[in-house]
């Protein structure tokens, strides 16, 4: 992973779009980031299992928390990267996986978060890449739960799977068709 920061110099930044494998993928080789995890926020059960969440029945989604050095790469930065790893006018979720635990959002940790995000958001809906309204919702932070570890660094334990898996889903095809290969996957 990207940085030999201080881990007191690091900041956090959650992001859900979809399968957490996808979006962990996303972050993890970005210069600056330290490390990307899987995990479950937004919900109503504490420590929550992947078992309980992919009933869609906790409220939590799929999520990654993102480390990062902000000398080396900004949360503008990371959001630039979200929106070209996701389809954000999907509100039912995120190409084959569908529920409430695959929706996208940005958890703010603070308000400067939140107002980058929100401006972020606000570009991109008036950038006319896509003809659909934005989906993503913003939202406060709320406690993040570790995912289970095997889990954790998928793409890289399990690349030909991964590979299978993010092909197989349609997110590989369309990113690349919205990005022209700028995407973050």
């Known amino acids: 992973m990207g ?17 957490f494998w996808c979006i962990e993928a ?3 080789l970005m210069p600056g980031v330290a ?9 109503d059960v504490e420590d929550p299992t992947y078992e309980e969440v992919v009933t ?6 799929e999520a990654v928390l993102v480390r990062f050095d902000p000398d080396q790469v900004s949360y503008q930065e990371l959001l630039d990267q979200f929106w070209r790893s996701i389809d954000p006018t ?15 959002a940005i958890f703010f940790l603070d308000d400067e978060q939140r107002e980058l995000a929100e ?9 006319g890449v896509f003809d659909a309204p934005i989906a993503t919702k913003i939202r406060q932070a709320e406690p993040f739960y570790v995912a289970e570890e ?5 793409a890289t334990k399990y690349l030909q799977r ?6 197989g889903s349609g997110r590989e095809a369309f990113l690349e068709e919205t990005w022209n290969g700028e995407s973050g996957d």
Do not use: W
């Not at 869609?56 to 989604?61: C, D, I, Q, S």
């Not at 095997?150 to 998928?154: A, F, V």
């Not at 991964?162 to 092909?167: D, G, H, I, L, N």
């Open 3 to 19: 940085s030999d920061a201080n881990q007191s110099s690091l900041q956090d930044a959650i992001f859900a779009g979809g399968c």
């Open 26 to 28: 996303a972050f993890d």
């Open 35 to 43: 490390e990307a995890i899987s995990g479950y926020t937004g919900g």
């Open 56 to 61: 869609g029945t906790t409220g939590h989604l």
């Open 90 to 104: 999907d509100p039912g979720g995120q190409f084959y996986d569908r529920g409430s635990q695959y929706e996208t």
């Open 119 to 127: 401006a972020s958001k606000e570009a991109l809906a008036e950038s």
């Open 150 to 154: 095997y889990h954790q660094d998928y």
């Open 162 to 167: 991964y590979k299978m898996y993010s092909v």
